[in-house]
């Protein structure tokens, strides 16, 4: 492309540009503007550069050299999550992982696949799809969001329901440590290896125990048989009462969406319109898979919970094309609310589904006290809340509201026994709302754990955990929440 | 000195605010079209730029963000900023793929107006551009003799030895090769019907209609333009040429030269006043013609002129689709695939039509192209302002045309440039032709002449 000759007297930009050489690296303001943010825009800072290594070798030069000159550097994919994990705080050297974006090697007897960080989650469905296989975890963001992104947050999606989240189909990591040493875990296919599962530990690290440049995935068979319902509530509680029952009735569908009014109005003016009503108060969007023989009984079964719970519509997907439209009006949700709003903040909260009706309410309260709307598209089955809260951040003190309104949402929903994340992660986002669920000496031992891999804290600081300093003043509230 | 210039510019009528953040010059971005965005990025994939680079600022995310700075005042109109906004493509396929419908490209022009005000073109660059956009295309009769004299090149044996001497070798590659697949110039239309302003429709006339002959087009792909009269007097349409018509502007307006492009919009305005239907062959000309009202969002005077012309606009697969065109009679038997025009598919969302017009042909087989709306590359001039970027985008763009077909069809001259060259440069024997082409070729062998593409 365009020659870009250095043009700078930064002498670690200098030597960053050795490694990765000239056409790697940004280091200009217009350029590194685009890196201030991640797709959680409140928060953004400057990084000092970007590189983009080609190898899991550049990675590792990159990253020993940073550690030697104590350079602050974090990872980044593409750019899509949603709790701040990617922004460069401390005006990180951002290491871009979007030009190490090959599939390495499909094994489909053993039913897995080697891809680099930088490969898109959809691409891997794509790439296996016609020889009757996919990859499971889908989070809505699949179109162009990285697998390593997906393994740093743990990732998530409207069909983990039934098959898992991104930690349940890793079967290998290559990683650069943080002072530069690389090393694999896992990737040999024992299922349950000796020691510490060091995966699982790697997997939602949000980027602060090493930077993955290699991964094993499993792959699945393609279920023989799909239908997808569309039901249609005037009251919310019906919709809820009917997620409930359908779980209840030993249904595990693939997925359970809904999504409320403010949700559909902001999907019906956007880009991917189904027709939904305008004045209905919720719909339901679920889907069954597997084996042929049994598929229809399901489908029977949910229609019948949702004509109980007073349903005013509830029809099944006739053609892949329409099962298809279905799901981009849903996938597309977040970005449609661009079509009703400036801004939005997306929370993440996870609550026990039985409470689902009191927590919406609840949310609505919230909505109304801070008078900003709020919407809900969310993975309902396993009662993952994603309140949309809509906000113009170039009003005076709305961001400010809007970020206490989406705390209040993440407490109410601890406080009924949930979580405040499900699959976005803490990030910086929600890292003072780890208080709401953890102690001080929790949080203490899990960055006891992040010091061994991570002892000089260059990778990625300041994220996942609350910082010290506000220890004492949110104790308190930590314990009245507990 | 900025202020000095800034003030100017405020006393100017078309300029309704003075300033937007570090936007200074009249006629100021829209910022409605970056609050749609919510920096989402599932547009990150559709863009070509970000497929080959994987850099933010060269996504039409990172490209709204930086727009949106700049209006928030934290980024200033620097040379620096010329790289993310210029190396886009303006292929519209981000707007496809945008939940929220942002128009990523008609900021990108905006800003572009802005950007080339605050940092103008110097040296070399500078006249070509101004010889180019400024001093040839907007007019006919110039460009008529710029293709005269190609033409004398071709056909008088000079370019037989430019060709053999290696005298090409000191022109940069890319010219180099952009001169190896130039079409053999005909006689533009204009100057073929000068004196019949009106070609009758065959048989009965069901409507009138006037074609825009377009700039280069005219020069390079008469026979295009021949095609499409013919095509639409075989279904019942009278054809003009109206003779003050220029060039559409989508090239200037695409260089940040908005001026010169409401210069040529008022005038091609003012020239199809009279007509009910302006017909298109070329997609990014359609395109721009239908997006007139945008230059003239501060003149509401001019602004209402622009939709009522816009709303007249068609292009000519998706006209002849709409009203009905008849069925080729004739069997053609060729392999064929459809690459979308960004223009076309992602700027007018005119998918179907050219499709349908193609399968309607007898003994047509249409093969499916992957991919088929991603840009090609060509992009107007990007690919002679940008030819590493172009070259890339259509080496990705090579992978997915299927090997196994005689020709592959569009409805775009300056994407039939750019592929003529991506097939040239892969040695494959493929033709390249025009959607219109093909109907015409059909058409013909009905009536029993022997014609080849």
Redesign the interface.
Known sequence: ??KRPIATNDPHIQALARIVGEQAI?Y????L???????F?VHRHLPRA?V?PNSTEQVATIVKYCHEHDLPFLARG???GLSGGAIPLNGEVVI?L??M?RLLHVDLENRRAVVEP?F?NLKLTNSVAHRGYYYAPDPS?Q???TIGGNVAENAGGAHCLKYGVTTNHILGLEVVLPNGEVIEIGGNGVPDPPGYDLLGLLTGSEGTLGIVTKITVRLLKNPEAKQTVLAYFDEVEDASQTVSDIISAGIVPAALEMMDQTAIEAVEA???PVGHPKDIAALLLIEVDGISAGIDEQINDILTICRRHHVREVKVAQSEEERARWWANRK????????I????LVQDGVIPRSRLPEVLREIADISRKYGLRIANIFHAGDGNLHPLVLFDASKPGETERALAAGSECLKACAAVGGSITGEHGVGIEKKEEMRFIFTDEEILAQTAIRDVFNPKNLLNAGKLFPTPGRCVETKQASSTVK | MMSTMANERADSPACATASLGNYRFGDLPDPSKWADCVHCGMCLESCPTYEQTGEEQHSPRGRVHLMKSVGEGKLDLTPDLLDPIFTCLDCRACTTACPADVDVGGLIEQVRGQLRQAVPLAGWKALVSGLFLKGIFPHPSRLDWLGRLLKLYQKSGLQTVARKTGLLRVMPDHLAEMEAILPSVGTPVRRKYKHQPLIKAKGETKRTVAILTGCVMDVMFSDINEATIRVLTHNGNDVVIVPNQTCCGALHVHAGDRETGRKLAKQNIEAFQDVDHVIVNAAGCGCMLKEYPELFRNDPEWHEKAEQFAAKVEDVSKFLHDTGFKPPKAELNVRLTYHDACHLAHGQGIRQEPRALIESIPGVEMVAMPNADRCCGSAGIYNLTHPDMAQAVLESKMQHVPQDVELISMGNPGCMLQMALGVMKHGRNQKIVHTVQLLDWAYQKEEGKDVRI
Not at chain 1, 28 to 31: M, T
Not at chain 1, 332 to 339: D, E, K, L, Q, V
Not at chain 1, 341 to 344: G, I, L, T, W
């Open positions: 492309m365009r940004l200009r303001k217009e350029d503007m685009a890196y201030d943010c991640d797709g825009t970007v983009f593409a750019g899509t871009s979007t030009r974006k930088g898109v963001s179109y162009c969001c956007a880009a991917f597309t949700g977040f970005g449609a609310m661009g079509a709003s400036p801004d939005y």
